[in-house]
């Protein structure tokens, strides 16, 4: 009996050592897996913000660049950008950081999609026609890339450096990424369009003084609109809507965008190319269809860059077709 106790102690000591042997391994390739994951994360967020420092760093200063030559840049950044979101997509997961392979997921999806409407938009935004436009989806994605900066330092970020903690991996914390430099500089349209504009040779809003503009006048087929009453025009084979726009700053605007908008519709846009200081000019907007019955006719002039005062740029109207 003695014997058989002896046995079955030794048999239990070996099976325990068994169990935390197995544990022990199953620990240290769940550590490696999560090593393994922080590592890549950190190698995508390198090449990242490598791509974003010289996209910045063109825009701050593009030396010799031509027009065209920065354009090329531009979509080889946004694919660099879009070559790292699938690889974030791509990544393997353990199990503990799924939560957190979701919002860095996210911020790559905003990233990528920024990116790629910022290269669709240069072209024009370095051009003449509708640059004042494209320059402004320009910006909004600039917004865009600085939120991504934000989910990524204050969920993501914090969700994969507390899993590794968790397990108690040590030394695989994933480092700071920051896509846009000095973020509420380049929020600013005025920044955006004063870069792009040393690139292109245009002043933009580098000419000094105020900068503003104002809805003076609203007429559809010759007959003046009012707002809170309700005007009758007669369509006839055409709705043209023609907008007065003052330029009341103190330089000289170009391509000033106005959009005309029929009960929630799709915006139908017209330009004014030139407006000097003091100027008054008119946008000639056909609305093809013609709307029918009544409708709610919003009018809105693009703000210039570097222009303060809005409230002073748009208007509703109440037309009925007769």
Known sequence: MVR???????GLIVLILIVLGVKGCLDAR?????????RNVSQI??????????????LENPGGLSVSEFNG?????????????????????????????????????????AMDKIAKKMSTALGEAGAAKAQSVITRQMQTLFSSDTLYEQVARPEINGVLAANGV?????????FVPDGIKWLEESTVTAALGAISGTSGATTG???????????VNGTELAE?????????????????????GESTENGITVEVTASGGKPTSGTIESLAAGEIDTASIPLTPAPEGTVALEVKVQPVPGEKVTTNNEATYTVTVG
């Open 73 to 113: 840049q531009v979509e080889a950044w946004s694919h660099t950008i879009d070559t790292d979101a699938a690889r974030v997509n791509a990544l393997d997961t353990p199990g503990d950081m799924g939560n957190a392979q979701k919002a860095l997921e996210l911020v790559y999806e905003l990233r990528s999609s």
């Open 45 to 58: 967020l390198q090449e990242t913000e490598q791509a974003s420092k010289q996209f910045f760093g063109k």
């Open 209 to 219: 003084g105020t900068h503003g503009l104002g809805l003076v006048t609203t007429s």
């Open 170 to 178: 040590d030394g695989s914390d994933v480092p700071k990424s920051t």
């Open 228 to 248: 809170g009453v309700e005007t009758i025009v007669s369509a006839g084979e055409a709705f043209v809507v023609e907008v007065q726009v003052q330029n009341q």
């Open 4 to 10: 058989r106790a002896l046995a079955l102690g030794a």
């Open 30 to 38: 769940a550590q490696r897996a999560l090593s393994d994951y922080a």
